[in-house]
């Protein structure tokens, strides 16, 4: 076993004991955290393993959010209604990004995140919009409905198929990054002609990479919509684009737990800080402010970097050994001298 995967393991025991200790730390939070931490996860996925940059995350997390949250409220009581509302929401999700992608895939570097920013835009009118998706006031009171007989009314039983979904999502994540594919990206991403010399169809693997982080970020959409019971314009706007960007860059880009660690960061900061008003934006652009300055690599990836470079450095030089002393020098011949012309 790797030691990413143990780490894992090591933090998924001991999310799994928080809710016996409700008053050190509250299970709700724990569970906002896993759904940012799966949606950040899936904007990694984008931009520090295909070095895309795109502004249109929230579209997805919103729009499964808005399709599991409307299915739930009327099919919501049937035995089957919970996993169906989930993979529709996860399936809308994907069609959307497979929209989006498609249109913004064929430009690069600005012009690639200013269309989706665009399009995503796009996707917040049509929410305030549509009735079925609550205009200005969203969904509200969705049911949990049940998963396999497991009654999802309990917060108990909702924390730990909420825990259970998480380590499914990250180690989708996880797998695809370390798969050949996941080596294309990171190919594509370091030198995008070096690649396509190679024979690869940069654009379609991009697209590939765009459809699947944006089937991760409607898994934590879905999934956040179950266990808060609300789906709400704040799901679907820019600033929920941009919050996932400071996420990924506080945690650290292309690593595997930085997205986690910078969730964690700003829900905690969020929430504990909540007494504060607005102001709680201003701590947060300062701790950004600092990080850039000086953790360009996010926590987690300066934590990497010092371990590599410690890894890497040569141990102390031996000292010379010494001649032994009954060797003898080794005889210099000297060299022909030149004949002299007559």
């Given at each position: 076993m790797s030691t990413t995967l143990r780490i894992f393991c090591l933090l998924a025991a001991a999310a799994a004991a928080v809710p016996f200790v409700p008053g050190l730390i509250y299970p709700v939070f724990v569970m906002k955290v896993m759904c940012y931490g799966l949606f950040a996860c899936a904007f990694n996925l984008l931009l520090g393993f295909t070095g895309l940059v795109s502004f249109s995350h929230a579209a997805f997390l919103g729009s499964a959010g808005y399709v599991t949250g409307a299915l739930m409220i009327r099919f919501g009581a049937h035995p089957l209604g919970m996993p169906a509302a989930f993979v529709l929401g996860v399936a809308a999700a994907v069609a959307v990004g497979f929209a989006i992608g498609g249109l913004a895939i064929r430009r690069r570097g600005i012009y690639f995140a200013m269309i989706t920013l665009a399009l995503s835009q796009i996707v917040y009118f049509l929410a305030v919009q549509f009735r079925w998706t609550g205009g200005e006031d969203g969904l509200q009171g969705i049911p949990r409905g049940s998963l396999f007989g497991l009654d999802l009314t309990s917060d108990t039983t909702m924390y730990y198929v909420t825990l259970a979904l998480f380590a499914a999502g990250f180690l989708f994540v996880y797998r695809v990054v370390?798969?050949?594919?996941?080596?294309?990206?990171?190919?594509?991403?370091?030198?995008?002609?070096?690649?396509?010399?190679?024979?690869?169809?940069?654009?379609?693997?991009?697209?590939?990479?765009?459809?699947?982080?944006?089937?991760?970020?409607?898994?934590?959409?879905?999934?956040?919509?179950?266990?808060?019971?609300?789906?709400?314009?704040?799901?679907?706007?820019?600033?929920?684009?941009?919050?996932?960007?400071?996420?990924?860059?506080?945690?650290?880009?292309?690593?595997?737990?930085?997205?986690?660690?910078?969730?964690?960061?700003?829900?905690?900061?969020?929430?504990?800080?909540?007494?504060?008003?607005?102001?709680?934006?201003?701590?947060?652009?300062?701790?950004?402010?600092?990080?850039?300055?000086?953790?360009?690599?996010?926590?987690?990836?300066?934590?990497?970097?010092?371990?590599?470079?410690?890894?890497?450095?040569?141990?102390?030089?031996?000292?010379?050994?010494?001649?032994?002393?009954?060797?003898?020098?080794?005889?210099?011949?000297?060299?022909?001298?030149?004949?002299?012309?007559?």
């Open positions: 370390h798969s050949p594919f996941g080596q294309i990206l990171q190919a594509v991403r370091d030198n995008e002609a070096r690649a396509t010399s190679l024979g690869y169809d940069t654009d379609r693997f991009k697209l590939l990479a765009f459809v699947l982080s944006a089937g991760v970020a409607g898994y934590a959409g879905a999934l956040k919509a179950l266990v808060f019971q609300l789906v709400s314009l704040n799901d679907v706007s820019l600033h929920t684009s941009t919050e996932v960007v400071l996420m990924t860059l506080l945690g650290g880009v292309g690593t595997i737990f930085g997205p986690l660690l910078g969730a964690a960061l700003v829900v905690g900061l969020q929430n504990y800080l909540a007494t504060i008003g607005d102001l709680v934006t201003v701590v947060i652009g300062l701790i950004f402010i600092v990080c850039v300055s000086f953790f360009r690599r996010g926590v987690v990836g300066e934590v990497l970097h010092l371990v590599r470079r410690r890894a890497e450095r040569p141990s102390e030089a031996a000292p010379e050994r010494a001649e032994p002393a009954h060797r003898a020098p080794i005889p210099t011949v000297p060299a022909p001298e030149k004949a002299v012309q007559a």
